[in-house]
């Protein structure tokens, strides 16, 4: 999987591009929060669940159906939130969603549960390059931890900052063609 640090890419580059007018803090914080939830799952380690089962690691929280329910959830407090309900779902709906698709793209693991109720098949995308981030904190402080860093600096935050400047360079367009008066 990436990092607790790396999940939270997808939300800030859209968010950030977006601008507060569109994502507001709270959805912006409401947004990272949902792009690192899925890997709550990790507790099913601690009760012997199986890996490889529905509500194991990377199962049934993986998933387009969790990502969907959560962003549901979610909308409920769009106006605490201080944003649109329809932004608000499709922004945490992105945000959840993204989890499962980083962790497709990983070098380790048993796959993600991405269709989840519909098929319990653990996925991986064709081509997967990120380096998968050690469970384990002294791994992660060592070498191992450096080699996941600079992949996920390439493979996620290097495409992720590409993703906000045409995000912002849109969203600039169109706020200067409003104000101008043009269409």
């Known amino acids: 999987m990436p990092t607790i640090f790396t999940h939270p890419a997808v939300p800030l580059a859209i968010g950030l591009g977006l601008g507060k007018n569109i994502i507001p803090p709270r959805l912006m914080a409401a947004g990272v929060i949902a792009s690192v939830i899925p890997d709550l799952d990790v507790i099913a380690f601690r009760l012997n669940i199986a890996y490889s089962n529905d509500f194991g690691h990377r199962g049934f929280t993986h998933s387009l ?3 969907v329910v959560l962003a549901f959830l979610i909308t409920l407090i769009a106006p605490w939130l201080r944003a649109k309900r329809i932004t608000t779902f499709l ?16 070098t ?8 989840w109720p519909y098929a319990s098949e653990r996925m991986f ?8 981030s050690p469970l384990s904190l002294s791994e992660f402080l060592g070498l ?10 390439l493979w996620v935050w290097l495409p992720a900052a590409i993703g906000f400047v045409i995000i912002a360079i849109g ?6 063609g409003l104000t101008s008066g043009k269409r």
Not at 125 to 132: E, N
Not at 144 to 153: A, K, N, P, Q, T
Not at 171 to 176: D, E, H, I, L
């Open 144 to 153: 191992r931890g450096w080699r996941v860093i600079g992949s996920e600096l």
């Open 125 to 132: 995308f064709p081509w997967r390059v990120i380096v998968v």
């Open 91 to 106: 922004f945490v709906l992105v945000s959840a969603a993204s989890h499962g698709l980083l962790d497709m793209l990983t």
């Open 108 to 115: 380790g693991g048993l796959g993600v549960a991405l269709l």
């Open 171 to 176: 969203t600039a367009g169109r706020r200067s």
């Open 65 to 67: 159906a969790f990502a």
